[in-house]
């Protein structure tokens, strides 16, 4: 069993940035890959940003650029820094994490875009 904790949402204004952390713990797991998804109200939830154990990265295409996942191998911890926020990515983001052949879900944090 695997319990993610998710931190960093927050409101910012456009423009603005944030940093996303979420940490896993548990016993007798192995990551495969640690990502981040988001929703926003009245859409599908998404991929915004995925990062594998051998480190090869997988963005969407609206946050390229702008943001970044890394991953603290060490700490099994996943952070996602969200430069240059826009209005529309404002959701709620959850941290995702696949050990073995379970894809384990944060709770959700929201992050809010608004002048």
């Known amino acids: 069993q695997v319990q993610l904790v998710e931190s960093g949402g927050g409101e910012v204004q456009p423009g603005g940035s944030l940093r996303l952390s979420c940490a896993a713990s548990?016993?007798?797991?192995?990551?495969?890959?640690m990502g981040w998804y988001r929703q926003a109200p009245g859409k599908q939830r998404e991929l915004v940003a995925l990062i594998t154990s051998s480190a090869g990265t997988n963005y969407a295409d609206s946050v390229k650029g702008r943001f970044t996942i890394s991953r603290d191998y060490a700490k099994n911890t996943v952070y996602l820094q969200m430069n240059s926020l826009k209005p529309e990515d404002a959701a709620v983001y959850y941290c995702n994490v696949r050990a073995g052949f379970v894809n384990y879900w944060g709770q959700g944090i929201q992050v809010a875009v608004s002048s």
């Open positions: 548990g016993s007798g797991f192995t990551i495969y890959a």
